[in-house]
């Protein structure tokens, strides 16, 4: 693991500025900002199918990179990191762009934008299938949909090969309602990450994107925490732990919770999430903060353990993901 110091983060719009601290200066080295420039950033991403989102700070930017008008309907990319660890962390479109005063002096440019909030909200279809066709064949369609609108595809899972369907098919309306019953269906999950597709299996994690072990040498901060929600923690920013992934934690840096000795408890103690006997979590929450004057500089995830192959009744209420329904027990 490469050592994690000299912040840096670089927020690109395209067909505009470019912002950029490398750790070494106060001021970006590209000019795109005045004196004082500051970045920063919050970032949320779930295994969800709504959408991702940023919202970015720009604090001082050079007087010509003030307007708004500069800024909306293009694209922004966010990439971030320590030297040696530096990747994206979100790429999506403006959905605002504003000017705010935090004080006298300072003057901020906040950015608003989703990862293919469009497609995801608007992608419609009218299609059909004949007699035999599969899974695959429903979700293509809905694939198709959002390629129209400028999603990518990457990972598809195989979604119940062994199943043909022995009517034909029908159906008109917004294509992530298509592919919520397919995923419903096949027991899968499907979201837009960084503006490609992706369909992964409840109970599996994304086979291209490894295992994240994270101790007080690779970027754990504190101890991560057992929760009804599932292994909650936070580590020095990571651009590598993704919504998927999975992250490796022993058990001697995870604090156990505090159970209640009530009898009528006995169903909130339930929902405490178990942990894995071989510390691997998938992760479904993922939250990306930094500031390039200090303060925060830090990735939060939430996940559950691998062989649990469900999330945690607690982050299907705060509406995780609504493909787990059917889902084994703890």
């Keep these: 693991m490469a050592q994690q110091y000299l912040r840096q983060v670089k927020a690109e719009i395209s067909g505009g500025p470019t912002f950029q601290y490398d750790g070494t200066v106060p001021e970006p080295s590209n000019g795109e900002g005045g004196p004082g420039l500051r970045i920063r950033f919050e ?8 959408p991702n989102v940023l919202n970015l700070f720009i604090t001082n930017p050079a ?9 909306e309907n293009k694209s922004v990319t966010l990439n971030a990191g320590f030297a040696g660890n530096f990747g994206l962390l979100f790429k999506g479109q403006i959905r605002q762009a504003r000017v705010i005063m935090e004080n006298v002096t300072d003057r901020v440019l906040h950015i608003l934008a989703t990862d293919m909030g469009r497609p995801r909200n608007y992608a419609v279809l009218s299609s059909s299938l004949s007699s035999g066709h599969t899974l695959r064949d429903r979700a293509n369609l809905a694939i198709k949909a959002f390629e129209a609108m400028g999603v990518k595809t990457g990972y598809i899972c195989p979604l119940a090969p062994d199943v043909k369907f022995s009517r034909s098919f029908a159906f008109s309306g917004p294509a992530h309602e298509l592919m919520r019953q397919v995923c419903q269906a096949a027991k899968a999950s499907w979201s837009i990450q960084n503006g490609t597709q992706q369909i992964v299996p409840n109970d599996t994690p994304h086979p291209g994107k ?19 929600q599932g292994i909650e923690g936070r580590a020095l920013l990571n651009p590598q732990i993704v919504p998927t992934s999975v992250v490796k934690i022993d058990d001697a840096a995870i604090q156990r919770a505090a159970i209640s000795p009530g009898y009528t408890a ?6 405490i999430q178990k942990l894995d006997a071989d510390g691997n979590y998938k992760i479904y929450y993922v939250g990306h903060s930094g500031d390039t004057r200090g303060g925060d500089f830090l990735t939060s995830f939430i996940g559950t353990r691998l062989s649990q192959n469900r999330i945690s009744a607690a982050m299907a209420a705060r509406g995780i993901t609504p493909n787990y329904p059917n889902a084994p027990a703890n």
């Design 43 to 50: 970032v949320t991403q779930k295994d969800l199918s709504t």
């Design 63 to 71: 007087p010509s990179r003030v307007q708004p008008a500069l800024y």
């Design 210 to 228: 490894g295992i994240i072990t994270l101790n007080r040498n690779t970027g754990l901060i504190g101890l991560a925490e057992q929760t009804i």
């Design 266 to 271: 006995a169903p909130a103690n339930a929902q």
